[in-house]
Nanobody
Framework: QVQLVESGGGSVQAGGSLRLSCSAS?????????MGWFRQAPGKEREGVAALYIGGGSPNYADSVKGRFTISRDIAKYTIYLQMNSLKPEDTAMYYC??????????????????WGQGTQVTVSS
C-alpha cells in the first residue's frame, strides 16, 4: 500500500523552530526518485517548499525559505525531514509531503503526479 505520513507540525512563536518528518511506505519510496514538501495556506494556492532526489544531489528550495529551511533524508527509514528555523507568521500553512518520479524542479511546480500525505499543520504566531 502506497502511503506517506507526516508528523511534527504544531504551534510556535515567530523565530522558533519545528522539524517535520515524512515516512513513506516501501512501495512509494521504491516507485519515486524525488520527495519534497509543499504547503498551502488558507485562500492560497499550494506551493512547493523544498525537494530532493532520493538518490542524492543538491536539494531545491523556494526562495521564501532559503537559508531558513533544510530538507534531508534517511534512506534506511524511507523518511524525509524538513527542519524549519527562524519561522515567520507567513510560514503558517498545512504542510504536505509528496513523492514522485521526475525532476525536483518540475515536481515543486506541481508538474509531476505522485503520492501525497494527509498533511500536518504548522502555525506561527507573531
Amino acid at each position: 500500500q502506497v502511503q506517506l505520513v507526516e508528523s511534527g507540525g504544531g504551534s510556535v512563536q515567530a523565530g522558533g523552530s519545528l522539524r517535520l518528518s515524512c515516512s513513506a511506505s516501501r512501495d512509494a519510496y521504491a516507485s519515486s526518485n524525488s520527495m519534497g514538501w509543499f504547503r498551502q495556506a488558507p485562500g492560497k494556492e499550494r506551493e512547493g517548499v523544498a525537494a530532493l532526489y532520493i538518490g542524492g544531489g543538491s536539494p531545491n528550495y523556494a526562495d521564501s525559505v532559503k537559508g531558513r529551511f533544510t530538507i534531508s533524508r534517511d534512506i534506511a527509514k524511507y523518511t524525509i525531514y524538513l527542519q524549519m528555523n527562524s519561522l515567520k507568521p507567513e510560514d503558517t500553512a498545512m504542510y504536505y509531503c509528496a513523492a514522485w518520479q521526475g525532476s525536483i524542479y518540475r515536481g515543486m511546480m506541481g508538474a509531476d503526479d505522485g503520492y501525497w500525505g494527509q498533511g500536518t499543520q504548522v502555525t506561527v504566531s507573531s
